[in-house]
């Protein structure tokens, strides 16, 4: 009887654990979105882009940083970079997920809002 309820308790505190960590990844992966309307974008060298959201800029380009990120293809820069210019010209927000590699934050993802 004693050990069952041990095993419970057991069963029942890692479900409790892995909950609070998948809450508290989540947040984690909001935390650092930057939302806003775009106060500039640049588009060089048809291979760059960058979006400054409140003074910070974001990148993306067609290879790949290092730390992990992929690299770009032409279509998602130009998708991206028009994402920013229907921001600014609607005057709405985006979300920029951005990831930090080499004291650089480089763009993962582009949200926009309707």
Same mark, same amino acid.
């Given at each position: ?6 095993? =419970?308790?057991?069963?029942? %505190? ?22 806003? !309307? +775009?106060?500039?974008?640049?588009? @060089?060298? %048809? ?8 003074? !910070?800029?974001?990148?993306?380009? @067609? ?12 279509d998602l820069l130009r998708i991206w970079l028009s994402m920013a210019q229907s921001a600014v010209l609607a005057g709405?927000?985006? =979300?920029?997920? +951005?990831?930090?590699? =080499? ?7 582009? !949200?926009?809002?309707?």
């Amino acid at each position: 009887m004693r050990k069952g309820i041990f095993k =419970n308790i057991r069963a029942f %505190s890692l479900w409790i654990g892995i909950t609070i960590g998948m809450f508290a990844f989540s947040a984690s992966l909001t935390a650092h979105a930057a939302t806003g !309307v +775009p106060s500039q974008f640049e588009y @060089l060298n %048809s291979n760059t882009l960058i979006v400054t959201i409140a003074g !910070v800029n974001y990148q993306a380009q @067609l290879s790949s940083p290092g730390c992990g990120i992929p690299d770009n293809s032409i279509d998602l820069l130009r998708i991206w970079l028009s994402m920013a210019q229907s921001a600014v010209l609607a005057g709405k927000k985006i =979300n920029i997920y +951005p990831t930090t590699c =080499n004291s650089l934050n480089w763009i993962t993802d582009i !949200v926009f809002y309707k």
